[in-house]
Every structure is written in structure tokens, then in C-alpha cells.
């Protein structure tokens, strides 16, 4: 476009320009000079990216589940070096895909600011279940009976880094980021939130609570880091921080599944405090905690300009297409002109 657009002092588009249109998506691709053919509008199209994105991811998954199954049992698979095995190949099917699909580096996975990000993550998602566990204990509801050997905190661990990682890829990099681009942050949050919560409704000891829970509280918080930030590293050190201090550190089970970590605690008292079997996820305390902490974060991104509507997502389309629209009729008005 030869119009140029103000930029505010992080790089935001200011003035009206603002009103109409919301942050520019993350890592978004580069705008043709002209309308791009048929096939490349149908590969870009955003149904056909969050198929061919989740073919990705899970394919890496199958492929690192066979090949690690070939030289190590079941318990090695998920301790830290199996996971980060995992994690390599997810990370490098994410990127091939952005690379080959979408045409675009990995802003999201960007490394400036990584590491502070990430252990703020890890400091949140641990802090939430730990106030969560000393209410419980205030309340007689929570004792430890006993500590393991701190060799126990090895599959906890390892399971906490692959979930953090493949888990975000797939449900924020993948889903939130592909339909904010298309139908905004809010049908984003909504629909990406649904989908991760009820994709735990197989685990064990799930229930119809337990599925709206995860929903509610995890969707909420995770899908409110990456908008807060437009990146990934909040949302996977909240994921990763929240699973290991429930199964390493707390001697509670994760999302219906009873790891052994190194403490070894009886919760005593009615499920919807506790959580009951499927874990500290869907007690009241623990939802109505990270409820609060997403809220917090939501309200943090919508004051940054990270929160885009609908309406704003259309008319971004729209404007695409006008300047395509112009870029191809450009050279004939030129062709048109007397010499």
C-alpha cells in the first residue's frame, strides 16, 4: 500500500486506524502485491490451516510415540528426556508448517523475552495450586502423610514440559491464533477454551464438571496469557507450572491422572472443595482462583489493544482486499496514460 500508517510507540497502529482495527495478527503473513491464485487462497484459507497445522502436531506426536516406544519402556517415555524428544518434534513440525503453509517465521516462539515470560508463567500456574492446596489445609481438608525419593519428581516433570508445550502449540498456536485471525479474540477465547476443556473428557475420572471446569478456568487463563502477550511462553510456563505443582509438589492427581511425585498428601472433605479424584482442577477453590488470575490477565491484554472483535477482523480482510485491488489496477492506469 503507498499509504503510509502512524505507529503508536510500541509499534501499534494509533489514531483512528486504531478504532477500526486491532492488533496486527501474530506473525501475520505477508500481503500479495496482487489476489493470490485459487490454491493458494484455499491452502491459506483458515479451515485448511487448522487442519493442516493439527495434522502436524499430531503426526509428530505418533511418530515420537513409535520411535520412542522402539528403545524405552513406558515410565521413560515421560520422564524430561523423553519429553523434550517430544517437544523437539512438535516444535520443528510447528515450523516446518509455518514455513511451508502460512509462508512466515515463528513470531509466536519468538527467544527475546522467552525466559522471563516463561518463568512467569511457571511462577503463576505453581502459585494459583499452591494457594489453592493452603486454603485447603486452613480448612483441615489437606495433610501430608509422607515424601518420596526426589527421583519421584522425574515423570512429573517430564509430563508437565511435554503438556506445556505440545498442548499450547496446539490449542493456542494453533486454534486460538488462526481463529482470532479470522473470527476475533472473542470467538478465539470461546471456541479454543471449549475445545481444550472437553478434550479432557476422556481422562479418567472426568465428568461433565470437570470438563466445564478445565474449560472455565484453564481455557480462560491460557487463552488470556497468549493474548496478553501474543506469544506463547506465558501460557506454556502457566500450563507447565500448574501440572507439576499439582502431581510433583502437592501430591494431588492432574486432570484424573495419579502421578506419583515426591509428597504424598490425603485430601480429606466433599469433592467440590477438593476436587475428589480428578484432581485439585474441579475444586471450586482452585477454579474461582484461576478464574480471577485469568480475568486479570484478559483485562491486561484488552487494555494493551490485544483484544480484537470481529468487526475489526472483517474489515482488516477488507482492506486486504482493497489494496490488492489496487496493486493489480495500478500498472493498467499506468499503461492508460498518454506518454
Do not use: C, K
Not at 2 to 21: F, I, K, L, N, Q
Not at 147 to 164: C, D, E, Q, T, V
Not at 265 to 276: C, D, E, M, Y
Amino acid at each position: 500500500m503507498s499509504e503510509s500508517v502512524e505507529r503508536g510507540p510500541e509499534g501499534g497502529r494509533s489514531g483512528d486506524d486504531a478504532a477500526t482495527r486491532g492488533p496486527e495478527p501474530t506473525g501475520e503473513m505477508a500481503a500479495p502485491s496482487g489476489p493470490p491464485p485459487l490454491w493458494l487462497r484455499v491452502l491459506r484459507h483458515p479451515l485448511s490451516r487448522l487442519s493442516l497445522a493439527t495434522v502436524a502436531l499430531v503426526g509428530s506426536l505418533m511418530v515420537t510415540t513409535l520411535l520412542v516406544s522402539s528403545f524405552a519402556s513406558g515410565a521413560a517415555r515421560r520422564t524430561p528426556a523423553g519429553a523434550l524428544l517430544g517437544i523437539a518434534a512438535a516444535h520443528v513440525a510447528y515450523l516446518l508448517y509455518l514455513r511451508l503453509v502460512e509462508g512466515r517465521r515463528a513470531t509466536e516462539l519468538g527467544i527475546r523475552g522467552a525466559s522471563t515470560e516463561l518463568a512467569l508463567g511457571l511462577l503463576l500456574g505453581g502459585g494459583v495450586l499452591t494457594i489453592s492446596v493452603t486454603v485447603l489445609w486452613a480448612l483441615g481438608l489437606y495433610e501430608v502423610v509422607g515424601l518420596r525419593s526426589w527421583s519421584n519428581l522425574a515423570i512429573p516433570l517430564g509430563m508437565a514440559m511435554w503438556a506445556g508445550y505440545f498442548e499450547e502449540l496446539l490449542f493456542r498456536g494453533v486454534l486460538q491464533r488462526i481463529v482470532d485471525e479470522w473470527l476475533g479474540s472473542w470467538w478465539a477465547l470461546v471456541l479454543s477454551s471449549a475445545a481444550f476443556g472437553f478434550a479432557h473428557h476422556s481422562n479418567p475420572n472426568a465428568d461433565l464438571w470437570s470438563s466445564t471446569a478445565i474449560t472455565l478456568e484453564a481455557g480462560l487463563m491460557l487463552g488470556a496469557a497468549f493474548l496478553l502477550t501474543r506469544r506463547l511462553w506465558l501460557a506454556i510456563g502457566l500450563h507447565a507450572g500448574w501440572n507439576f505443582t499439582q502431581s510433583g509438589l502437592l501430591g494431588a492427581a492432574v486432570s484424573g491422572h495419579d502421578i506419583e511425585g515426591l509428597v504424598e498428601a490425603r485430601f480429606t472433605g466433599p469433592a467440590i472443595l477438593t476436587g475428589g479424584d480428578f484432581g485439585l482442577e474441579t475444586s471450586v477453590i482452585t477454579v474461582s482462583l484461576a478464574i480471577t488470575l485469568g480475568l486479570v490477565l484478559l483485562v491486561m491484554a484488552h487494555r494493551r489493544g490485544h483484544v480484537v472483535s470481529w468487526r475489526q477482523r472483517r474489515n482488516e480482510r477488507r482492506d486486504e482486499r482493497r489494496a490488492a485491488r489496487r496493486a493489480v489496477e495500478a500498472p493498467r492506469r499506468g499503461e492508460d496514460e498518454p506518454q
